[in-house]
């Protein structure tokens, strides 16, 4: 089973402002590209995934996305992330009806491809499944098999929202890279720890992180 993976990117302006820890107005932008290059190039060499759908707007991020690999989609909704989610689901469907679809972060710099196929191997035994976040609080990856609806809830506790939407949960443990988004200085410290990738590295080198 090949899954075309839908990845939503936030106007980089916008982007990881939790991270005002870490990282300056001046270099967050940087570093929430340099997160979803590093999260669309582990995706595209994953051998469970046949294609990646950027979801945004930013023009540097479609650009530097595209270059990489991968399609992009207009946010033409402007609805929030899972309007966006769900936007980028049905232009993939659209074009392969019969593809399985998953939701992936932006945010996930350290992600390994081996692991990213565990899990997605494992969400193909149901209609429907998730990947709790590091914290066990959020959403890092939800599946939807041929034929059914992603129905994203992501956000504010979204692990509770997709388990009682009907999502399986899934309890893999060596899939760590999978599940450490960034969204302030302690889970940047964390993926750093996981080892991230080559750009998300580079733009680390020039922060002041406490305790790094």
Do not use: Y
């Not at 967050?28 to 294609?51: E, I, K």
């Not at 009907?166 to 443990?173: C, K, M, Q, S």
């Not at 996981?194 to 733009?203: D, E, H, Q, S, Y």
């Amino acid at each position: 089973m090949l899954w075309t993976l839908v990845i939503p990117v936030k106007p980089l302006a916008r982007a990881k402002s939790r991270l005002s820890d870490a990282a300056g107005d001046g270099l967050r932008p940087s570093l929430a590209l340099a997160f979803a290059q590093d999260t669309v190039a582990a995706a595209l060499t994953c051998p469970a995934v046949r294609a990646v759908a950027v979801v945004t707007d930013d023009v540097l991020a479609g650009r530097e996305l595209a270059a990489l690999g991968a399609q992009v989609v207009t946010d033409e909704p402007h609805g929030g992330l899972n309007a966006a989610v769900a936007h980028g689901a049905a232009a993939v469907r659209a074009m392969r009806p019969e593809s399985p679809v998953a939701a992936l972060n932006a945010d996930l710099p350290a992600l390994r491809p081996a692991e990213l196929a565990r899990v997605l191997d494992a969400a193909g035994e149901f209609p429907r499944a998730f990947l709790p976040d590091a914290a066990a609080i959020g959403t890092t990856l939800l599946a939807a098999a041929p034929g059914r609806e992603l129905l994203p809830a992501f956000g504010t506790e979204s692990r509770v929202r997709h388990h009682a939407s009907g999502a399986v949960e899934l309890r893999l443990t060596g899939v760590d890279s999978v599940r450490q988004d960034v969204d302030t200085g302690d889970d940047l410290r964390a993926a750093l720890a996981l080892g991230v990738g080559a750009r998300t590295a580079a733009v680390a080198a020039r922060l002041l992180i406490p305790g790094q």
